[in-house]
């Protein structure tokens, strides 16, 4: 049966580690990158009779995602123990939560610039908002690293604050789940979090998927795939595992519910074990912690929230009148975002600002390998920069000689700069008589403009820009042949 006679069924498990200093239930310090085995304690090493003390601001940090996710926070929440039975949780069950998470319900919303730049010109289901199940704080395993023949244990990682993020089964493609985690480390950058970091195991997903024939309803056998650590991996893993399910069925075989990996080498999926059901895990309340009552905390958070991308986007189409692309690709970041709004504040043309940060700006730092916190061109400079073209004082092309020697000497002013250059308007007379020249030596295009043909104006304005050495200010030189040959 043809692919398309199939539908597909996704649900994710994204775990993020949270940005704190010390543990989920310990005060071993949080950090990445230290020597195997030096952040430990008793608690995360799980030795007999350690007791486990709640990290208040790993909560309110989750509570402050719900709140941006549109969540709702239970009044009481609580911990449980999930057996869990693996060499990297030695004391054999996870502190999590079961039944009275932090977060409940609420959604992600899909930014166009989030999916696939293949995908972004043909979107599905533009708008769409992924819904969630829940969010729920729980502490991490430690890493196994499986080496030829045998494992190692780092225990540094035990224990860190791990937020867990479930989907509804709402996600239709490989192209929808890049976009939602795309999104989703897009917000979770913008609240300070986490930085969500995949390649630093920040952020990790495990992707649930099943496949029916259209025109069923019921959903068909999910299967897991397990610590997937890239939207790459997520994407490829999602589109061979929904083929390899198709062609189960078809063969007449039946999908059994496991837990597979993904084989980046390879290219194909893996089983790696049966799946456990929730019965499994026989989860019970912690003993050791009490339930904690979330009124003040929902509240705290609630006076902190951050402006979310989507809506810093909407706001910068208002406030500066700039389309909803460029708007979008400046809120793409949090820092470029700020850099951008600092930039355009007072600025003749924050439309002009927009264009110079988006292709002139990012791509000096692209080829510098700089990022935008790293930019060494205070932002109020390239909105001065922007202004000099704008008053008529330079050209554009002079501008970019000026934006260049400023990456060289960060400290200077662009008008310094200019009129070390040289770079002064020429003398509006002389100007009006390089354009009477260009005019006189230029009949044809002249003739085109004066029967209405804006483009051919072009052609003696870069005359006019020539005579005048590049000093002229093109845009006034155009607005002056037009109103000389159309008078």
Known sequence: MPKDDYIATIGLEVHVQLKTNSKMFCGCAVKFGAEPN???????????????????????????????????????????????????????????????????GGGVPLYDLAYPKEAQKNIANPGKSVELTRIHLEEDVAKSTHHSDFTTIDFNRAGTPLMEIVTEPDIDSADEAAAFLGSLRQILIYSGVSDADMEKGQMRCDVNISVRKKGTDELGTKIELK??????????????????????IDSGDKIIQATWRWNDELGITTLMRTKENADDYRYLPDPDLLPVRTANLVAKVQAILPELPHQKVARFEEDFQITHYDASVLASDGALADFYETAAKGAKSPKKVANWVINNLLGELKERELEIGDCPIAAEKIGSLLDLVEGGTISNNQAKEVFVELFESPDSEPAEI????????????EVDGFIDQAIAANPGPAGEVAEGNDKAANFLTGQVMKLSRGKANPKQVTEAILAKLRA
């Open 38 to 104: 030096t952040l430990t304690c008793p608690t995360c090493l799980g030795l007999p009779g350690a007791l486990p003390v709640l990290n208040g601001g790993a909560i309110e940090r989750t509570i402050l995602v719900g709140q941006m996710l549109n969540c709702t926070t239970p009044e009481i929440v609580k911990w449980d123990r999930k057996s869990y039975f693996y060499p990297d949780m030695p004391k054999n069950y996870q502190i999590s939560q079961f039944d009275l998470p932090l977060c409940v």
């Open 227 to 248: 610590n997937l650590n890239s939207v790459s991996s997520v994407r490829k893993g999602i589109v061979c595992e929904i083929d390899r399910q198709i062609g189960v």
């Open 418 to 429: 200019a009129k070390a250059k040289g770079f002064e308007p020429a003398d509006s007379s």
